[in-house]
């Protein structure tokens, strides 16, 4: 049996922008996969120097572990992402809802200092199956 994945935002909550859910609930899950930060360099060691860029990657990186699982954006439960620089939330917004085309894992967006200066975002994940 594959898990169930069911976005859910109660009665009550505070208004969201950016397509997201409140919760996200999983029932049955079988299998766990916990995506360590993903770094928006290319798997020939490039790095865009573009916010969006950078972004793409990220998403292609995660793409990439999902499918290591067997497991596709469908598996994702739980998004957090991390942004150096908060003038690039409204574009993380933009490539985020793009990439994940209707689906809702629950979502935290952090802006903080990253690992290499160079970096404009990495994104962690947990995926169920």
């Known amino acids: 049996m594959n898990a169930t994945i069911r976005p859910l935002t109660g009665d009550g909550s505070p ?5 997201y859910p409140q919760a ?3 029932t049955a899950p079988t299998r766990w996969l916990y995506l360590s930060g993903q770094i928006p360099v290319a798997p020939d060691g ?3 120097t573009d916010f969006t860029g950078q972004c793409e990657q990220v998403w292609s990186n995660i793409e990439t572990q ?3 699982a067997g497991m596709t954006l469908d598996n994702l439960v ?3 992402t991390f942004l150096a620089d908060r003038a690039d939330a409204l574009e993380n917004r933009a490539v985020r809802i793009r990439r994940l085309a209707g689906r809702q894992p629950a979502l935290t967006v952090i802006v903080t200092g990253l690992f290499d ?3 404009r975002v990495e ?3 947990v995926a169920a199956a």
Do not use: Y
Request: charged share 15%; hydrophobic share 65%.
């Open 15 to 19: 208004p969201v922008e950016g397509a």
């Open 24 to 26: 996200v609930e999983v």
């Open 46 to 48: 490039s790095l865009a």
């Open 66 to 68: 999902l499918a290591a």
């Open 78 to 80: 739980k998004v957090t």
């Open 117 to 119: 200066a160079a970096w």
């Open 123 to 125: 994104i962690e994940a």
